[in-house]
């Protein structure tokens, strides 16, 4: 057991994509400050563009990420008026988020922020080996549609 326990940090794949997720989220975060955006405001700001409107519930699944953290970034880019809510067409019942025309703007001003940033890590790592390792990354994804096994 003391074995395995030795090696957690060094081998363990939660470990360390933790680790370089923290990492690369600071990263990219210090490049957004000018902006006055963090990285998980700029990744929502990108779907809304990619995807246009879209209710929070859609945006979370297609995001991956938790619908009450999404809820949280969505009020601060709300507050800032880089996001509207407005009735869904299709279901006067719901509400879709939209990207603002100063979203809009925000997102073409952090842009270079995030070039910046994603050629830095590129410079350190290589192309070739990002495209390698980001298909890795995708490989991985097949893991969400495994079944709890414990």
């Not at 880019?77 to 869904?88: A, H, R, S, Y």
């Not at 006067?92 to 988020?97: A, E």
Request: net charge positive; charged share 30%.
């Amino acid at each position: 057991m003391d074995e395995v326990i030795s090696h957690i940090n060094t081998r363990c794949a939660f470990t360390q994509l933790r680790i370089v997720s923290r990492i690369i989220t600071a990263f990219y975060d210090r490049h957004f400050l000018e902006v006055h955006l963090r990285c998980s405001q700029f990744r929502i700001l990108v779907a809304l563009k990619n995807e246009g409107e879209t209710s929070l519930s859609r945006m979370a699944q297609k995001m991956l990420i938790d619908p009450a953290a999404l809820s949280r970034n969505a009020k601060s880019l709300l507050k800032e008026n880089f996001i509207g809510f407005k009735k869904d067409e299709k279901d006067k019942r719901s509400k879709v988020m939209f990207l603002t025309p100063s979203g809009e703007e925000v997102l073409r001003a952090a842009l270079p922020k995030w070039q910046q940033a994603q050629d830095q890590i590129l410079s350190i790592i290589g192309s070739h080996e990002w495209n390698e390792l980001s298909e890795k990354l995708h490989k991985l994804e097949s893991l969400r549609k495994m079944g709890d096994t414990a």
